[in-house]
Each structure stands twice: as structure tokens, then as C-alpha cells.
């Protein structure tokens, strides 16, 4: 008996279905998208073209230009305007040569790719491949083949698109079905086989249309870039919205001017403890606001004598409700908020639990329901199955009379589900060994978010006290909690919480009070205070912002965030995102030339319309038509109008070398600088800082340590250095902290000679941090790490030496390693700390700093002590001056 072909994206995908499918279906995996728009032309039937353009064929070395050859045109109506013409990718060609072979036998195919846009796309790709063509299907399958050492060769034949020719006896093609599913269970599985349906085309119309609007910008817009910037830049349709957003922040940042204010807070004392703090909140009845110190002084003498009285208490029972359990967003915000998990690395992860986690026996099982989605709703078999978990584990009095349900967000996919566990009963704790650290850390934190999800609210009584004193209120506001409720399963964390009043005074206890009671003054205070920025994007802030203002989708939020930072466009410095210079300069040029294009309002509106196109509502080429209309206007002038940093975009400013040219702004291969209009009869530049709004004395005036002439920035193969102004008579050079105008530190003398040719060893400044080195370098290349000057445990010789990197992929990993490596490979994470265990004597412990603290901790074998910082020694054995021996760290 024939069995059944079931196509799947991923192979632990299919290793999970397979199991609960049985003998009769052969599962295979396409390994994602197989067909896609050609790299190198723009693959999309564009008004007043013609596909077939003939392309210049290359004159084969010692033959004739091959014979031209009629090339078939095809007309360009409404029917088939913006037609694109996808090709298997390359690499694919083996993947659908087995997958043609296994339906060559198979009585059905089902497609069961992921249930969203992409899969559909997916799936209709690989029904056109294996027999099933829709209407205006333009599919060609590059002629690539590989050789049997397994590397990849374009065919010699002639350059025709090659189809992979499979031999079979079958009279009729199999049918093909599509299968869909939420969750990788037994149950939703066989429901889905059960009941197949076709492909979806408003889904894949709807996929369709984002790809070929994605391409239009990028195809047409980069181009722009790279004539008048430099070449290898990139212009998105949402990629450039989200830099323009993340720009605008920092020019708000920049543009802000603190102001100042006070507040005035008393500690009171009642009849019964504890004592009480109360903030001055109004004046005679009416808000007060204090502009300065002699306002805040005028109000400490007004209250100096006064009578503090109870005038109101208020008390009340406030309740907090369950959150609702997680959508795509709002995952990738508490993986941040509380895992510190990119929202890249959020995803990934949430893919593996979805697709399948080996557990022990039961092999290959699905931890979570689909993690792309935008909708709150759960299957009423979730909940029957949480709500006896919740009763049997937390009690009945935390189980709601009827579930709770929750209301998604307008144009929520209502298909999907909410992100949730697959089985409640596989608790985090009961997976834990089968899981990584990281895989675990988020499958507990949706686990919890879900049981929550299904309990009641907690309850806290919150306590208000109006407290008079000679016309000026006082309020004390306290909350205790009265009924954890969900909180007994999920812990909110400031991030997540919306603004509520028991923010800032959760766990403040007041005392037992009545009205017209007199309390006495304890100690009074005002404070001086500034108002704030807005603070710069976190990732987790940037989706949000993203997700508001209607910018993408949740499931491509990650590789927008991605892209925008390998484009160099932006840094994430402490977790925060600035623009460079770089990414400022790209997003002024776009915003300028295409503000309808790239505007946040419009971007959102085709977002809207995409959803139309997924309802059936919209069709497809009428809507990439209207983007088209208006893009090819601004496409034509910003070809001229745009400015080129290439030519020069002139300041207005005049030369302060020749006085007669005017200074350009220009690029060059290590950045921008502003250059004589006069060049190269006058050759004056000057490097544009990276780094705009410095602290003050970064861009100080520097002086030679040698002439004491005047340090001027200039750039060499390496980058940009300062060199003394006295050159070539002195040929002094100091090189720049990275990314800024700031000299780094001149070499140190210290009191040693070099141990190869006498010199004196100086402490210097190098690319990965401070080393020991000679003074006759490059004659004598003799360097050493600066140590700790603690002994390693491992091997009681070399010396604990500081490693790591702040650049590149590794950024922020910081670790301690012994100074023989590689023959002593002994390395910790936490710093060590030249004290003693007060437990077990050991030489050194360490200082970890985690989410609860910084702690001081000994990691000795068998030696269990640990105590937060504040309860450590206060007067610590001071580190001896860095000296050390070993491997050279000079870069």
C-alpha cells in the first residue's frame, strides 16, 4: 500500500509528527522556503516592461558570441501587473529532487506548514513544484547541480531553467491536501488530518504582496543609496520606519532641556508604629507644583510651626487582574524585560520548544502551541485542563467560577491561539533535565504566564492618608496584599505592569490612624530634581513602539531589529539602542526623499492592507498598484534631488585652511569628514565625530607629550588616530577610544625592565585592553597580560588575567582565565576578589552580580558560602598593583 507524502519546514518538526502519524505517512521537511524572487534581477512584471528582456551575454574565451535567440514577451494587463517570477533557491534543487521522488509514489500529499502567511507561501510553493500550478505561476528552477565531492557547479548544458526529472508509472498526479495546526500534539494532529482543506490564497495573495513590496523598496531604493552614499547599504520598507523611530528618539534626547523641580516629603509619627512618609501634593486644596530651591525653603518655614492633623483616610480594595497569556509581542517583551533574551534569541528558542524537545521515553515532544500569533484565545480543552491543574495545585480558592477570558486586539489572527504549553501538567520543573538553561528559563515563564492567565485577581489593601498642615496636604499612600491570586503563579515585573496605583507603594505598611488626629513631625526633607528624556529603545520597548504604532508584525520584529544593527545602522550600548552616524545620515536621506514611503502612518495603513488582502477583502495588485503610483514619483526624483555624499553636500562653512573653498560633508572608507570644495588643491578635512553628543571633554584639545604642539585626528589604514601637528619633525600618535574623539591614555613607566633587551616596560593601552609592553617596540615585540595578581587554583603558578571583549558578537563577555593558557585552561565568569573564604580559608573568592544582587561567593568544591555585597567584609584586602607573566595580549 502506498503511503502519504506529509511535507513539513523543519526536520525536528517532522521528527515530532512523525511518531504520532504512523507507518502510512512519510514525512519529509522542505527546510523553510524553497522558491523565492531571483537574486539578481528584480523578478516582479513591473507597468510599461516587459519580462524576457534580453540580458548581454558574455563571449565565450575563443568562440563567437552565441546566436541570438527570440526572446518571448509577455504583455503586461491588469491581470498579471506586478506577476512575480520565483526560483527554487539555490542549494534546494537536492531537497526538491527527494521530495518530487517521494510524491512520485505517494497516494496524497499533505502540506503542513506553519499556519501563517509564510507557511502558506511555503506550501503553495511546493504545490506548484509537485504538480499543482496556480494561475500566473511563473516557477523556474535554477540549473545548479552538484558534483559527487558535494560541491555546487552551475550546469554547462545551456543556461534553460531545469526542471529535476523524476521516472514514475503513476497515470494521475496525487491529490494534495493542506493541514494545519496549532500545537504539535496527538489530538490536534489527527483532528487536522482529519479534516484537511486546500491552500488558502487569500493567505498566500496576502504573503505575496509583502514580498513584492519588499522587494520594490529594496530593490529600487538601495541602488540610491550606494550611488550616493557607498555601496552595501540596504533600504527596508519597515527596516528604514523602525531606524527613522529609533532617530527621532535620540534627536528628542538631544533636544531636551531638564527642568528643575522639588519635593518636600515628611516622616510622620502616630500614636501606633510604624512611622509613616507622606509627600506634599497640594496647596489649599489645589495640585502644587515647587519650580526651585527658595520655593521649596518658603514652604519648609510656611509648615516650620504648624499643627500636622489627619485630615482624610481613605481605605480601599484594589484588585490586579491576570495578564492574559503570551502573544508573539508580548513574548519577546518579558524575554527581554526578564530574561535579557534578544528578541533573535527569544524566537529561536520558542521555535525548538514548538517544534519538538526530546524528553527521555517519550522522544520528541512539542512543549509550546504555535509561537507566531497575535491572538488571546485559547481552546476550551486548555483551559478544562489548567483549570484542574490550578484547583488540584494551588486550591480552590484561586480558580475563578468561570475561565477568564480575553479580548485580542482588532486585527488579531483569531485562528491562532495564544502562545501556551502544550500539557500543563509538563511543568518546568518536570522537564528541566531534558531542557538547556536558557530553553528552560523561558518554557517556565510561559508555563506560568499561561496557569496565571486562568486565576483570580490579586487583592491588596491600599491605604490613603491626607495629612493637613497649615494649608499644605501631605498624602502617604501604602499597599499590603490581601490574596496573592495569580501572583502565586506569575510574578509581574515592573516592566510589564501597566501605570497603577499600587505601583509605588506595593508592601508599604502605614499605621492604624483617625481622622483629626495629631501626629507628630519627625524629620522633613525637600528634594531637588530634574525631568527626564524619554529614555532611549530597549528591545523590548522598540517592539512595543513598533507594535502601537502598527510598524510590521510581531513574527518579523526580530529580523527587523537584527538587520538595522548589522547594517551598522544603530549600537545597543547597555542594552539601549542609539543611531549612529551612519544610520542618522542613511535615515535623513530616505525620510527626505520618500516621506510618503517611509512615513510611520503609511507604513501602518499597508500593514492594514495586508490584513484586507489575508480577509479576501482587498485584492492584492490593486494594492501593491497604490504603493506603486506614489513610490515610482518619489523613485524619479530622488535619483537627482537626493543628496550625495559621494560628490559632497556643501555646509556653508568656509575652509579654515585656504579660506576660499567651501567645506563638503563627504564619506570615505572610515566614515564621514568634511573636505574642501578646493580639493586636492587644498587638502583640509576634518573627521565627523561617530559619536555626537559626547560628554564634555571628549573633544577637548589634546597636546603632544613630546613638542607640546597641538594633537590634531587623521586617518590611516587602521582607522583614526591623533598625530601631533608637528610631523614630520615629530612623530607623535596616540591612538582614539573606540568610537569617540578621546585620546586613549599615554604609556605608563613602571618600575621593571624588559626581561629580552633591557628597555623600560611601560603599561599600554592596546586594541583589547591594557598590557604590558616594551619601550623599543617594534624592535623588541615582548609583551605580557596585565594579572590580578592572584594565584590560580587549578594550577597554582600563572595568575588570574581579565579577558573578554566589548566589540563584536562577543560583546559584554568578560571572564577571568589563568595567565598560562593554553597550558592552564582554568576560567570563571565572576571577578575575583583577593580575600579569603572566611569558611574553608581558600585563597581569593569571587563577586557575582545576578538579578538579585551582587554577592560574594567562594567556588572551592564543596564550599557553599555566599553573601550578598553589603554583608561582606567593608574593608577588603586591597588588590595588589597588576603585574604578571604569560601569553602576549597585544593585538
Wanted: aromatic share 8%.
Amino acid at each position: 500500500m502506498a503511503r502519504s507524502l506529509v511535507i513539513v519546514e523543519s526536520p525536528a518538526k517532522a521528527k515530532t509528527i512523525n511518531k504520532y502519524l504512523g507507518r502510512n505517512y512519510n514525512v519529509k521537511a522542505s527546510y523553510g522556503h524553497v522558491m523565492d524572487l531571483p537574486k539578481k534581477t528584480i523578478g516582479i512584471l513591473l507597468p510599461g516592461e516587459e519580462n524576457g528582456k534580453r540580458k548581454k551575454k558574455r563571449k565565450s574565451k575563443g568562440k563567437a558570441a552565441a546566436e541570438k535567440r527570440p526572446v518571448k514577451s509577455v504583455v503586461v494587463t491588469d491581470e498579471n501587473i506586478f506577476e512575480p517570477t520565483y526560483e527554487v533557491i539555490p542549494g534546494k534543487l537536492k531537497v526538491i529532487g527527494d521530495l518530487q521522488k517521494a510524491a512520485s509514489s505517494a497516494e496524497a500529499i499533505y502540506l503542513a506548514g506553519d499556519p501563517d502567511r509564510e507557511g502558506e507561501a511555503i506550501c503553495a510553493h511546493l504545490a506548484e513544484i509537485l504538480g499543482k500550478p496556480r494561475k500566473y505561476a511563473n516557477v523556474a528552477i535554477a540549473a545548479e547541480e552538484e558534483n559527487g565531492n558535494g560541491d555546487k557547479s552551475v550546469a554547462k548544458a545551456e543556461k534553460k531553467p531545469a526542471k529535476v526529472a523524476v521516472t514514475t508509472t503513476r497515470t494521475s498526479p496525487p491529490k494534495i491536501y493542506r493541514v494545519m495546526f496549532n500545537e504539535i500534539t496527538q489530538k490536534a494532529i489527527k483532528a487536522a488530518f482529519e479534516h484537511p482543506t486546500d491552500l488558502n490564497e487569500n493567505l498566500v495573495d496576502a504573503q505575496q504582496a509583502r514580498r513584492v513590496l519588499d522587494r520594490l523598496v529594496g530593490y529600487k531604493v538601495s541602488p540610491i543609496l550606494w550611488d550616493k552614499v557607498r555601496r552595501g547599504l540596504s533600504a527596508g520598507r519597515v527596516q528604514t520606519v523602525a531606524l527613522r523611530v529609533i532617530v527621532e528618539r535620540e534627536r528628542e534626547i538631544r533636544a531636551f532641556v531638564p527642568k528643575e523641580y522639588w519635593t518636600i516629603h515628611a516622616l510622620l509619627g502616630a500614636s501606633e508604629p510604624p512611622s509613616f512618609e507622606a509627600k506634599l501634593i497640594k496647596r489649599d486644596g489645589e495640585e502644587i507644583e515647587i519650580p526651585d530651591e527658595a520655593e521649596a525653603q518658603r514652604i519648609l518655614a510656611a509648615v516650620d510651626h504648624a499643627s500636622w492633623t489627619v485630615a482624610n483616610v481613605t481605605q480601599k480594595e484594589k484588585r490586579r487582574y491576570a495578564p492574559p497569556p503570551f502573544t508573539t509581542s508580548k513574548l519577546q517583551q518579558a524575554g527581554y524585560n526578564r530574561l535579557r533574551y534578544t528578541a533573535k534569541r527569544t524566537m529561536m528558542l520558542a521555535q525548538r520548544l514548538y517544534e519538538g524537545v526530546e524528553l527521555g521515553d517519550e522522544g520528541s515532544v512539542a512543549l509550546i502551541t504555535y509561537m507566531r500569533t497575535d491572538s488571546v484565545k485559547v481552546s476550551n480543552d486548555a483551559i478544562a485542563q489548567v483549570r484542574d491543574h490550578i484547583g488540584s495545585s494551588y486550591g480552590q480558592s484561586y480558580l475563578p467560577e468561570r475561565p477568564n477570558f480575553f479580548k485580542s486586539k482588532k486585527d488579531a489572527q483569531e485562528a491562532h491561539e495564544a502562545i501556551r504549553p502544550t500539557d500543563v501538567s509538563r511543568t518546568p520543573e518536570g522537564v528541566r533535565r531534558y531542557l538547556e538553561e536558557d530553553m528552560f528559563k523561558l518554557y517556565q515563564m510561559i508555563w506560568q504566564r499561561f496557569v496565571a492567565s486562568q486565576m483570580v485577581p490579586a487583592v491588596f489593601d491600599q491605604t490613603t492618608i491626607d495629612v493637613d498642615a497649615a494649608g499644605y496636604t501631605f498624602r502617604a499612600t501604602g499597599s499590603v496584599v490581601k490574596f496573592e491570586g495569580y501572583l502565586a503563579a506569575y510574578q509581574s515585573v515592573k516592566e510589564e505592569e501597566d501605570k497603577e496605583d499600587e505601583g509605588d507603594s506595593a508592601g508599604n505598611r502605614l499605621p492604624k490612624v483617625s481622622e483629626g488626629e495629631v501626629l507628630r513631625l519627625e524629620t522633613i526633607r525637600p528634594e531637588q530634581h530634574f525631568t527626564e528624556p524619554p529614555p532611549r529603545y530597549t528591545e523590548a520597548t522598540l517592539v512595543k513602539e513598533l507594535e502601537d504604532k502598527g510598524i510590521g508584525r510581531p513574527s518579523t520584529y526580530a529580523t527587523i531589529i537584527s538587520t538595522i544593527v548589522e547594517r551598522e545602522y544603530v549600537n545597543k550600548d547597555q542594552g539601549r539602542f542609539t543611531p549612529t552616524l551612519l544610520g542618522e545620515k542613511v535615515s535623513d536621506l530616505l525620510v527626505k526623499a520618500f516621506e510618503d514611503i517611509f512615513d510611520v502612518g503609511f507604513t501602518a495603513r499597508l500593514e492594514d492592507e495586508l490584513d484586507e488582502i489575508e480577509e479576501g477583502k482587498l485584492g492584492w495588485r490593486s494594492s501593491v498598484k497604490e504603493f506603486w503610483d506614489r513610490f515610482e514619483v518619489d523613485l524619479e526624483k530622488a535619483s537627482d534631488a537626493m543628496d550625495s555624499y559621494k560628490a559632497g553636500i556643501p555646509t556653508g562653512k568656509k575652509c579654515e585652511k585656504c579660506g576660499e573653498g567651501e567645506l563638503l560633508e563627504r564619506i570615505s572608507r572610515h566614515g564621514f569628514f568634511l573636505g574642501c570644495s578646493r580639493y586636492p588643491d587644498c587638502d583640509f578635512i576634518q573627521d565627523i565625530s561617530e559619536t555626537a553628543g559626547d560628554d564634555e571633554g571628549e573633544t577637548g584639545t589634546a597636546y603632544c607629550d613630546n613638542c607640546g604642539k597641538v594633537m590634531a585626528i587623521k586617518r590611516g589604514r587602521f582607522g583614526t588616530f591623533l598625530a601631533c601637528t608637528g610631523y614630520p619633525n615629530c612623530k607623535t600618535t596616540r591612538r582614539l577610544a573606540s568610537g569617540t574623539k578621546k585620546a586613549l591614555q599615554p604609556d605608563v613607566p613602571i618600575d621593571e625592565k624588559c626581561p629580552e633587551d633591557g628597555g623600560q616596560l611601560l603599561r599600554r593601552a592596546g586594541r583589547y585592553g591594557d598590557f604590558i609592553g616594551c619601550q623599543n617596540y617594534p624592535k623588541c615585540k615582548y609583551t605580557r597580560p596585565i594579572t590580578l595578581g592572584i594565584k590560580c587554583p587549578k594550577c597554582s603558578e600563572g595568575e588570574f588575567v581579565r579577558r573578554g571583549t566589548s566589540k563584536g558578537r562577543g560583546r559584554g563577555r568578560i571572564f577571568y582565565g589563568c595567565s598560562r593558557y593554553p597550558d592552564c585552561d582554568f576560567t570563571t565568569p565572576y571577578e575575583p576578589i583577593a580575600e579569603p573564604c572566611p569558611k574553608c580559608g581558600a585563597p581569593f573568592v569571587v563577586e557575582k552580580r545576578t538579578k538579585q544582587g551582587a554577592f560574594r561567593a567562594c567556588i572551592r568544591e564543596n564550599c557553599d558560602w555566599e553573601v550578598p555585597v553589603a554583608e561582606a567584609e567593608p574593608t577588603p584586602a586591597q588588590v595588589p598593583e597588576p603585574v604578571g607573566a604569560g601569553a602576549p595580549s597585544r593585538a
